[in-house]
Nanobody
Framework: QVQLVESGGGLVQPGGSLRLSCAASENIFSISTMGWYRQAPGRQRELVASITSGGSTTYADSVKGRFAISRDNAKNTIYLQMTSLKPEDAAVYYC?????????WGQGTQVTVSS
């Protein structure tokens, strides 16, 4: 059972930056596609960014050029660097892994963008 723990959320002003982290309980990145998703109140959960085992990345159009997903294999941790944050980026951000055909989710971390 893979466990994912997110951290790094918080309150930031528009235009600010945050870095989210997702620590995995096992060394799974070489066999997994990892992703960051977000869900705002009243909206469906949506993909923000993903990174495959080979290192290929994908981004939602709304965050291209502002967010960057990366990973540190030695620390079993993936990151989401978020810059130029907008009020519409506010949501609960979740980490997800697709490992061995199974999906695992973290508990989420809240990001609030407000002045």
């Amino acid at each position: 059972q893979v466990q994912l723990v997110e951290s790094g959320g918080g309150l930031v002003q528009p235009g600010g930056s945050l870095r989210l982290s997702c620590a995995a309980s096992e060394n799974i990145f070489s066999i997994s596609t990892m992703g960051w998703y977000r869900q705002a109140p009243g909206r469906q959960r949506e993909l923000v960014a993903s990174i495959t085992s080979g290192g290929s990345t994908t981004y939602a159009d709304s965050v291209k050029g502002r967010f960057a997903i990366s990973r540190d294999n030695a620390k079993n941790t993936i990151y989401l660097q978020m810059t130029s944050l907008k009020p519409e980026d506010a949501a609960v951000y979740y980490c997800r892994s697709l490992t061995g055909g199974r999906l695992y989710w973290g508990q989420g971390t809240q990001v609030t963008v407000s002045s």
